[in-house]
């Protein structure tokens, strides 16, 4: 079992729907996630932080599982720039020094 | 401005050429990294750095040599390459390492090993 797992997608939206996803992850004991957003041929970045009460930041919703072991982004009135692959990152082995171990994203394209 | 730039944005080299990547960071962090993202795979992580000491090496081969003289600067050494080492070469910085705080990347190396 991978220790990050994306649904590689392509999720295709139209403008203003909703569209939701979901990360599972291998280890029982990580303690941060994040999403983070990766336009083609760019680099990731920081999209938001999950926490363990669920969070939201404007149009987007994150929650946390913990019993399930997965975490969740939700986009609503989802916008043309929106289109991105977005990438969950879990930080695995929070009793080393730790490493952020990222899934292989999740490709969103919202169309006209 | 993400804070992490990265030269080149653009690398061609021969299999036998020798070449290095620099990465440089204007946060303050304490820990850099080295991940190679190759096409349709997720990120994964080379290289990790805290207050300039090696603290993990992830099972990469030889022909990548990392250096960090001081926190704010991260250089990944190439030599005697592979075509399937072509890949994007992104830096990150984080906080720490213990991944609690989250990681800011550069724009990355698209290296390309003809």
């Known amino acids: 079992r991978k220790e990050v797992e994306q649904d590689p997608g392509p999720f295709n939206v139209p403008e203003g729907a909703t569209v939701a996803f979901n990360c599972t992850y291998s280890n029982s004991a990580s303690q941060s996630f994040f999403w983070y957003r990766q336009d083609c041929r760019k680099e990731p970045k920081l999209l938001m932080s999950?926490?363990?009460s669920g969070n939201e930041d404007g149009r987007f919703t994150a929650q946390l599982n913990r019993a399930s072991q997965y975490i969740s982004l939700l986009i609503r009135d989802s916008k043309l720039s929106d289109s991105a692959t977005y990438l969950c990152v879990v930080n695995i082995n929070p009793d080393s020094w730790g490493k952020l171990q990222f899934g292989a994203g999740t490709q969103v394209v919202v169309t006209p | 401005e993400t804070g992490v730039t990265q030269t080149p944005r653009h690398l061609v080299m021969g299999m036998t050429n020798k070449k290095s990547l620099k990465c440089e960071q204007h946060l303050g962090h304490n820990a850099m990294y080295w991940y190679k993202q190759s096409a349709k795979k997720p990120l994964e992580l080379m290289f990790v750095?805290?207050?300039?000491?090696?603290?993990e090496n992830n099972s990469v081969p030889s022909r990548f040599s990392p250096e960090c003289p001081n926190s704010s600067h991260l250089f990944l050494h190439l030599h005697t390459l592979q075509p399937e080492d072509s890949a994007l070469y992104l830096c990150?910085?984080?906080?720490?390492?213990?991944?609690?705080?989250?990681?800011?990347f550069g724009q990355g190396t698209r290296l390309t090993v003809v």
């Open positions: 750095y805290n207050f300039k000491e090696q603290t």
């Open positions: 990150a910085s984080s906080q720490d390492t213990g991944g609690v705080t989250e990681a800011f």
């Open positions: 999950v926490y363990s």
